[in-house]
């Protein structure tokens, strides 16, 4: 086990790798799913924190847990710049998520239209995480335009379907630099342990704890998931886990010099 | 079994009587309700053809136990299944439809549910609607608040906490103009995160006026896509042209509007065809406004002053409650908003199960939310209500029940941006 294995954003050091949205679930439930969980960063949907209710999100939430505002409800970079800006003014801190959706069914997110936010916004001085389709292309040019990680999604939002796009996020892991944090779609502590086996830097989940029974049981299950699947990844998982097989013997052994 | 709903007034003229009696029993006294009126906008659309032929087409009474069994075990509803859930032979499997609906709930909606409230601001109408309170022949204390009325119910309704306003208007272009109506949205910018319009349909570039105004969702019910059943039930006025109202939520989007919500008033025609053609509309629609939220409601037919029989006949609740999960299942992701005409022990079931909005503190009267919130009586004027309520929860009972039930009450999960 390597030590100090930490996961580094936009220069912020975090020990978690397991990023909790806060949408869908009681208020009253968030301070125990972040103790239960570990996690050090909380989603927060500008639109829902956008309130007077008494029962404010904000509230809740622990000292010392970064806050993740996403600009949920942008359906183009302009509204998604607005909203962002409008999170710094809540005062909930420089991180931001980008999240832009021109599709109300299954909240697929608009990949030029978030490489176009995470510039401005990254030049305002925003730690830009930005939720896309994962596709090479894209995500490098999210990363040329300033993005501090970049979030591909496993399978539709909500649809706790689990890695749909698994070899698409494995193109992401090898060829882009910064930490890959694989978000939406994960239904299962299980998945999210074979995301991190794969090197995702980290698991964004939700509607999987939302929806669970008992959610601070199911976040400690996400966390332990997540645990075992980052120690897998850097323990050098065995060869009938890793990509591609290994003959037993050596396919050069003819080569005589 | 048919309700009746012709009543008459000892309050109208003569002539205005015999002008009644000739609308209600001579249908070639009546305008056309295909042709549009002056002013009205013709858009180019085929959404109306694609829902009145699948509507047109479907038998439900042609569906099977088998048929309801493949809908249900089927990932997604296609439109077949949905006829399926929504005919008679699914009715024994309500409890396995509830079931499925939940989860479809929970995985786009997780564990909230949302409040507003509505505010008629006018309950002036020209329009002759037989089943409804506002219509122009029925005797009711007619009135239209001013700004500074329409502010101080504003006020009293943001001081309970609410954060969601619906505005509404009875259907009278004359009394309660495109003007007025956008004054009230400012006034309602004010005073709330969002703001909604139930008023009558209007053409592409004022629903963008009313958008920059402050509005970012309109309701227009079809009340029903029956257009035979339509024409019998809304005699006179702009109201009874059925196309122009059909392509309401189009000419809304297309003139800026965030989202859109739909509805047939269940009780009025077939209600199985209704409900069908209700969520085909908001799911042609989405197809070509992949944007759009959209939302569909399910009221049923109220009783309403000066008539008291009026009931929503063969729509009971059994029947409210398969088409409220068939519309779940078909549609995962749209609201579904639940209103005070139906009690409080339905709704807080139906909550649980596929709704995710209800009203609180409503009153459909005009100008009497003070009596109303704080008890507090005064002599200024009112206007009698659309219709009764059943559920008249105020906004803090609403708060607790819902999180009683084990739910997250959400007042405001918007941004006008």
């Known amino acids: 086990m390597k030590n100090n294995d930490k996961l580094i954003i936009g220069g912020h050091e975090f020990q978690s790798r397991f990023i909790l949205g806060s949408g869908k679930y009681s208020m009253k439930l968030i301070e125990a799913a972040i103790r239960d969980a570990g996690a050090e960063i909380i989603t927060l949907a500008v639109r829902r924190a956008n309130t007077k209710d008494q029962e404010s999100i904000l509230d809740h939430i622990p000292e010392g847990v970064t806050l993740l505002p996403n600009t949920s409800g942008a359906r183009n970079a302009q509204e998604a710049v607005r909203i962002a800006r409008l999170a710094r003014e809540l005062g909930c801190g420089n991180f931001i998520k980008v999240e832009i959706m021109r599709d109300t069914k299954y909240l697929l997110p608009d990949n030029q239209e978030t490489i176009k936010a995470t510039e401005i916004l990254a030049k305002e001085g925003f730690v830009v995480m930005p939720y896309m389709y994962p596709d090479l292309n894209a995500a490098r040019d999210m990363v040329n335009a300033g993005a501090a990680t970049i979030m591909p999604l496993a399978s539709p939002i909500g649809s706790n379907k689990g890695l749909a796009t698994r070899e698409f996020i494995q193109i992401l892991i090898d060829e882009i630099d910064l930490p890959i944090i694989v978000d939406a779609g994960i239904g299962r502590p299980s998945q999210a342990c074979e995301a991190m086996e794969m090197g995702a830097a980290a698991i964004m989940a939700n509607t999987a704890l939302a929806t669970a029974g008992d959610l601070p049981l199911m976040a400690a299950a996400f966390r332990q998931a997540i645990e075992a699947g980052r120690k897998a990844y850097l323990s050098g998982l065995g060869r009938v886990l890793t990509r591609g097989a290994s003959a037993s013997d050596p396919l050069t052994g003819f080569l005589r010099d | ?417």
């Open chain 2, 1 to 417: 079994m048919e309700n009746q709903f012709f009543v008459d007034s000892e309050h109208l003229s003569p002539a205005a009587l015999e002008k009644k009696h000739l609308l209600e029993t001579d249908p070639s006294s009546r305008k056309s309700h295909m042709e549009y009126l002056p002013g009205m906008e013709v858009i180019e659309s085929d959404v109306c053809r694609q829902v009145l032929s699948q509507m047109e087409d479907y038998d439900p009474s042609a569906y099977t136990a088998q048929d309801v069994r493949t809908a249900l075990d089927h990932d997604t509803c296609s439109i077949e299944d949905f006829k399926a859930l929504l005919s008679p032979a699914a009715e024994p499997f309500l409890e396995e439809m509830a079931q499925r609906a939940r989860m479809e709930t929970s995985k786009h909606f997780g564990n909230t549910v949302y409040l507003f409230t509505p505010l008629y601001i006018a309950n002036y109408c020209e329009n002759y609607c037989v089943y409804c309170g506002f219509n122009c022949y029925n005797h009711i204390r007619r009135m239209k608040l001013d700004l500074e009325q329409i502010e101080h119910e504003m006020q009293i309704i943001a001081d309970s906490g609410m954060e969601e306003i619906l505005l509404l208007t009875g259907e009278s272009r004359a009394q309660s103009d495109v003007q007025y109506i956008g004054e009230a949205c400012k006034l309602a910018r004010k005073y709330f995160r969002l703001v909604g319009l139930e008023i009558y349909p209007v053409n592409t570039d004022e629903y963008q006026y009313l958008h920059q105004c402050g509005a970012d969702y309109v309701t227009v019910f079809q009340e029903t896509y029956d257009r035979d059943r339509y024409e019998s039930l809304h005699l006179q006025g702009h109201k009874r042209v059925w196309p122009y109202r059909f392509d309401a939520q189009e000419r809304a989007l297309r003139g800026g509007m965030r989202g859109v919500a739909f509805s047939a008033l269940l009780g009025l025609s077939d209600f199985r065809k209704d409900a069908l053609a209700s969520a085909l509309h908001v799911y042609y629609l989405q197809r070509k406004y992949p944007h759009a939220e959209m939302s569909l409601s399910c009221p049923r037919l109220r009783p309403i002053i000066n008539n008291d029989k009026i009931n929503p006949l063969d729509v009971g609740e059994t029947q409210l409650c398969q088409v409220i999960c068939a519309y779940r299942i078909f549609l995962p992701f749209v609201g579904i908003t639940v209103s005070s005409r139906e009690s409080a022990s339905f709704r807080n079931g139906i909550v649980k199960i596929a709704a995710t909005k209800v009203s609180a503190g409503v009153s459909t009267g005009i100008g009497d939310h003070e009596s109303k919130y704080t008890g507090k009586e005064d002599d200024a004027a009112k206007g009698d209500e659309q219709f009764e309520i059943d559920d008249d929860r105020s906004l803090d009972t609403m708060y607790r029940d819902m999180s009683g039930e084990g739910l997250q009450p959400v007042l405001n999960d918007y941004v006008y941006v």
